[in-house]
Structure formats: C-alpha cells, structure tokens
C-alpha cells in the first residue's frame, strides 16, 4: 500500500485572502514505511511575505522569487503524489491551499477523501490533549530537535514517525486484513484491528490419549509432588 505524507508552508493562513503555497515536502510511505522517495519544492507565491509567516518557516520574499511558480511545479507533484492517499495533519488547510493553487491552474483539484488527517485521528485517540505536530513528537518520543522552524520536508519526516506511532507502532496492521478489500476508506482503516467472535465448538485436542497418558507419568515420575505449580 502507497500512501504520501505531504505537508506545505503559505504566505497566510487562508488563500481567499490571497495567501499562496511556498513550500511543498511528500514523504511516500509503502506498507506505512518510508521507502526513500521525497518530493520537495520551493515555490515563488508572486507576492509579498508577511511577517507572521516569515516567522513562522523563515522563507523570505527575496529568496522564493529564485524559485519557480506553482504551475511550474504541478505536474511533477501531481505526478509524484499520484493517487495515493495523502496523510496530512490538519489536512483541510493543506488541501484548501493546493487546491486553491490548482483552480487558479484550471486543473483538477485533490478530493478530501483521499486525506488520512492526523490531527483528526490523535483528537480521537488523545481527547482533550495538545495534538500539534510538536505535542505528539513529545508524547511518542519523537526527536524533533531538527525542527527549528517550520519546513515542509522537515515536518513530512516527523509526521511520517508520528503517523506510525497513531497507527500503532513499529508493526502496524498484523491484523491480516486486506484493506484493498475492505471497502473502508483509508482514515477508518487507520489504527483499527478486526475481531473475531469466539468459537462456537472447542478445537479438537492436538494430543492422542497415549500421548496425553506419557505426560502425565513424565510429570509425576521425573517432577513429583515439588514441581514449581504444584508448591
């Protein structure tokens, strides 16, 4: 299973206000591991950067305005990303700045249903808690010395260990479920382990009587009345 931890960094807090994507980082995770492939890009968002952003991720006007425009960069993103399902903390703001940035292109915009949303998930798990992306780095253990600013590729890579860990841990999904088959969507699969109802009959014993007979002369022959149970 492909899935893409994608983060992003703005000039604001919400494009209808004009503010745009500066700063793209994707993780590609396969089986919840990730494989080696990024994909990271700095983009020139063609306006000033306020102060409150700068910050924020300290990505200056001056040094965005090197990079290329959104458009440049759609194609490869897209294809990078391609229709794997996105995992993003607070996915509706990442979303609503990419897919403002597509529109803009004319181009096809990113579904919410393909967003597994961390934040969501910890909400669930840790009610009433702190579920930043620095909270939940704290709480699983997860080093996040690197993290002196906010960054896209940075933040992809912690989330990405934060991701596992809400998923339960190391060996997520040792359910044997096939989630391709599932019918699930991809956040109702996350963390879930399927049940089973207990058996109506008994199994059969492994043992034959002979064999069962031979143990139980080994235990009262070789271990006696001082076996550790029996004490």
């Known amino acids: 299973m492909r899935e893409i931890v994608l983060d992003t960094e703005t000039t604001g807090l919400d494009p209808k206000d004009g503010h745009r994507v500066v700063e793209i980082g994707c993780?590609?995770?396969?089986?919840?591991?990730?494989s080696g492939r990024e994909y990271h890009c700095y983009i020139n968002p063609e306006r000033d950067m306020?102060?409150?952003?700068?910050?924020?991720?300290g990505l200056s006007e001056s040094f965005l305005r090197q990079h290329p425009v959104f458009a440049d960069v759609a194609d490869q993103f897209i294809d990078f990303i391609g229709d794997a399902p996105l995992v993003i903390h607070n996915g509706a703001f990442d979303l609503g700045f990419l897919?403002?940035?597509?529109?803009?292109?004319?181009?096809?915009?990113?579904?919410?249903?393909r967003v597994i949303d961390t934040l969501h998930i910890a909400r669930r798990k840790f009610p009433?808690?702190?579920?930043?992306?620095?909270?939940?780095?704290?709480?699983?253990g997860v080093d996040n010395t690197i993290r002196d600013k906010h960054g896209a590729l940075?933040?992809?890579?912690?989330?990405?260990?934060?991701?596992?860990?809400?998923?339960?841990?190391?060996?997520?999904?040792?359910?044997?479920?096939?989630?391709?088959?599932?019918?699930?969507?991809?956040?109702?699969?996350?963390g879930q382990r399927k049940s089973y109802p207990p058996r109506q009959r008994p199994l059969d014993p492994a043992l034959t009587k002979e064999e069962y007979a031979a143990?139980?002369?080994?235990?009262?022959?070789?271990?006696?009345?001082?076996?550790?149970?029996?004490?």
């Open 128 to 140: 009433g808690s702190p579920n930043s992306l620095d909270a939940l780095c704290r709480r699983f």
């Open 50 to 57: 306020p102060t409150g952003a700068f910050e924020v991720h």
């Open 154 to 190: 940075i933040d992809s890579i912690l989330l990405a260990r934060v991701y596992l860990e809400l998923i339960g841990g190391e060996q997520p999904g040792l359910d044997l479920v096939d989630q391709k088959d599932s019918g699930d969507s991809p956040e109702q699969m996350t």
């Open 99 to 113: 897919n403002a940035e597509l529109e803009r292109m004319g181009s096809s915009l990113l579904p919410p249903e």
């Open 215 to 231: 143990h139980l002369r080994f235990l009262e022959d070789e271990l006696g009345p001082s076996a550790l149970w029996k004490t």
């Open 27 to 34: 993780i590609e995770l396969l089986n919840h591991i990730p």
